[in-house]
């Protein structure tokens, strides 16, 4: 079962910011957060991860809460491109079951012109 | 660098037949995933392979599915026989080390199978 909750939705105006969060209270000490998204049609694409700092890459920005128990996803400019499903998943840095990639729903963003 | 790769992209078949799945990883890459999306639905792992062995197969349904990795690199994913409700997306995925969460995986584009 996914160990992290999202919205299950959420909309957003084209070159506008996003905030995408994900709640994960039962986080443990060698979780990692990571991020993917699935265009339609596509396989799930790896968008950015983190443990304890924030982080960022060309794609997005990470933010991870100070107690990790929740993070955002930050697109800065949103394209209708990004219009995707966006998981937010944790993997344990032992691998392991707690290893793997296990998705839930994910939040469903549209992106409006 | 090239993706992975899969084949074929789609395939119908009738309940009762066999089918199978290829999948070809990223050079290098130890670690191979199953996944199984039926629509409207997050990835469902299946089976994960690290070199030529069977790290997890808790959720693949044993009695029809069967996967294999030789000489750890190429797989197939085979179902025999199909029930309709194996219609769905079966992923691939790839990454470099299985033991670390600090890496990513990256997932080919995956075969549409659907039974009929």
Known sequence: ?113 | EAGVAQSPRYKIIEKRQSVAFWCNPISGHATLYWYQQILGQGPKLLIQFQNNGVVDDSQLPKDRFSAERLKGVDSTLKIQPAKLEDSAVYLCASSLERRQGNTEAFFGQGTRLTVV
């Open chain 1, 1 to 113: 079962d996914a160990k992290t909750t999202q919205p299950n939705s959420m909309e957003s105006n084209e070159e506008e910011p996003v905030h995408l969060p994900c709640n994960h209270s039962t986080i443990s000490g060698t979780d990692y957060i990571h991020w993917y998204r699935q265009l339609p049609s596509q396989g799930p694409e790896y968008v950015i991860h983190g443990l304890t700092s924030n982080v960022n890459n060309r794609m997005a920005s990470l933010a991870i809460a100070e107690d990790r128990k929740s993070s955002t996803l930050i697109l800065h400019r949103a394209t209708l491109r990004d219009a995707a499903v966006y998981y937010c998943i944790l993997r344990d840095v032992y691998g392991g079951s707690q290893g793997n990639l296990i998705f839930g729903k994910g939040t469903k963003l549209s992106v409006k012109p």
